[in-house]
């Protein structure tokens, strides 16, 4: 059984912080990860994909993936008020027939 | 820019009545997918299909029934609507080649 663990927060960073979001998962055959951010109300956004060991960056993002451990994290510099919503980690197996696992999400907020 | 839309953003219902909910994705992708959302319980896949006439059920397809005439559209039916169903329904396609999922805006519906 697939299984992606979040904490579910509140995460509370003060504007301008680094805000740390991690993610574990159970299931050593997840090849691919994703991290969505959705704000109250509206659907899960796309924001990062990350499919090898090591750092993917994009802007002020950053997702993290050790398939050792197991664990996937998204970081987010420079931290902004908008940035609050709750980030929803999901895996999934390495082909596009996979379905994804998601997780169910930390809350951020990110304080003026 | 992955273009999904569903019919309805809000929608109200009877018991008993049958429900359509319906998504049309832009990006010739062919994954679709339909996911329920509710407080707790976070993302739960009713059913997906990964090409036209093809279904396949997710972790809770009990009550639904889904529909895929065409690649760009991906039909959801209540056959027989529940106080239960309500809840969040979001719809979401992916590439073949890639499992990272797109959502549509998703459809809160209310049975009463």
């Known amino acids: 059984q697939k299984e992606v663990e979040q904490n579910s927060g509140p995460l509370s960073v003060p504007e301008g912080a680094i805000a740390s979001l991690n993610c574990t998962y159970s299931?050593?055959?997840?090849?691919?990860f994703f991290w969505y951010r959705q704000y109250s109300g509206k659907s899960p956004e796309l924001i990062m994909s990350i499919y090898s060991n090591g750092d993917k960056e994009d802007g002020r993002f950053t997702a993290q993936l050790n398939k050792a451990s197991q664990y996937v994290s998204l970081l987010i510099r420079d931290s902004q008020p908008s940035d609050s919503a709750t980030y929803l980690c999901?895996?999934?197996?390495?082909?596009?027939?996979?379905?994804?696992?998601f997780g169910k999400g930390t809350m951020l907020l990110v304080s003026p | 820019d992955v273009k999904v839309t569903q019919s309805s953003r809000y929608l109200v219902k009877r018991t008993g009545e049958k429900v359509f909910l319906e998504c049309v994705q832009d990006?010739?992708?062919?994954?679709m997918f339909w996911y329920r959302q509710d407080p707790g319980l976070g993302l739960r896949l009713i059913y997906f299909s990964y090409d036209v006439k093809m279904k396949e059920k997710g972790d809770i397809p009990e009550g639904y029934s889904v529909s895929r005439e065409k690649k760009e559209r991906f039909s959801l039916i209540l056959e027989s609507a529940s106080t239960n169903q309500t809840s969040m329904y979001l719809c979401?396609?992916?590439?073949?080649?890639?499992?990272?999922?797109?959502f549509g805006p998703g459809t809160r519906l209310t049975v009463t």
């Open positions: 979401a396609s992916s590439p073949r080649t890639v499992p990272g999922q797109y």
């Open positions: 990006m010739d992708h062919e994954n």
């Open positions: 299931d050593r055959v997840s090849q691919s």
């Open positions: 999901a895996g999934s197996g390495p082909s596009g027939y996979s379905t994804l696992t």
